[in-house]
């Protein structure tokens, strides 16, 4: 007689992803994130890691971004080989890809510079199948001396490719990929305090926007136009003006040459919608910042 027990030493569960992110040109992590990394790496949970990738913002040449992405893998790397045996396991097809700058999945900078993990949770749990024997004859009651044969059954993991964890619906594109001479294209989302030329934080990924594109299409020359709302006439503060050449002065204060920018107060001349404006949904598009394409 025959008696089987099937020992399922692995209950798959599905495919988890953790990222840690780092500072600006950094390969380590600041105290903080650390300590979230930490937190994550000492769960009391068994982990097999499949896929670890890297990535960098676009600040930057490519080959040195390809670099400090996989600086940044060897930082997690490192960390989860402290733990291999005890909580966390590397799948033998575990796959490592340093992506650079090269894919931009997230709209603000520091969003990209990080490092992703896949996983999978593998907790342990015994399945017990009804007892079977090999003899067709009833079961009399007589003593089964033979110790259980025990089966261990792993299931095979088929590890995705990097490539294949990028979401196409997360890329990031950025709005001036495409211009063209001769293209206007408005600033959305850029704030400023009242009446001043100072934007509002929430406003710095805007602004980012503009000096990627900048720093990435090396010769493209920019008219920076300013436009006001509420009020027709002329403005003996020029605020137009006023946050037009900051936008300027932000690019130039991020190593833009001065030579390819232009910048110009169109006052409330050129309203998108009729002034007085009817509600405040239009007076924030007729206040508003438009970059208009010289040379590309």
Request: charged share 30%.
């Amino acid at each position: 007689m025959k008696y089987v027990l099937l020992l399922f030493g692995f209950l798959l569960s599905a495919q988890e992803k953790a990222s840690f992110y780092f500072d600006f040109d950094q390969d380590t992590f600041n105290p903080k994130q650390n300590e979230l990394f930490m937190t994550w790496l000492n769960k009391d949970e068994n982990r097999e890691i499949l896929v670890i990738n890297g990535y960098c913002d676009w600040y930057g040449t490519f080959d040195y971004n390809d670099t400090l992405a996989y600086k940044r893998i060897h930082t997690v790397h490192e960390q989860l080989k402290a733990k291999v045996n005890s909580s966390i396991f590397f799948n033998e097809d575990l796959k490592i890809k340093g992506f650079g700058e090269r894919v931009q999945t997230r709209k603000e900078r520091r969003h990209n510079r990080r490092v992703d993990v896949f996983y999978i949770i593998i907790p342990n749990k015994v399945v017990v199948k009804e007892v079977v024997y090999d003899d067709p004859v009833v079961y009399t009651g007589q003593v089964i001396n033979k110790e259980p044969e025990v089966i261990e059954k792993k299931e095979i993991i088929q590890v995705p490719d990097t490539d294949d964890l990028i979401d196409p619906v997360g890329l990031y594109k950025n709005p001036y990929a495409t211009a063209k001479v001769g293209d206007k294209l408005v600033m959305n989302n850029l704030y400023f305090y009242d009446r001043s030329g100072i934007f509002v934080p929430e406003s710095l990924p805007v602004m980012e926007e503009l000096l990627e594109f900048m720093i990435t299409h090396p010769k493209v020359k920019i008219e920076i136009q300013g436009h006001i709302c509420c009020q027709l006439g002329e403005d003996p503060e020029d605020i137009a003006l006023v946050r037009a050449i900051a936008v300027h002065n932000f690019l130039v204060a991020n190593d833009i040459d001065d030579s390819r920018l232009l910048y110009k107060s169109f006052g409330s001349t050129q309203p998108i919608h009729k002034i007085p404006e009817r509600n405040e949904k239009e007076r924030n598009e007729n206040r508003r910042v438009e970059i208009l394409i010289l040379e590309n």
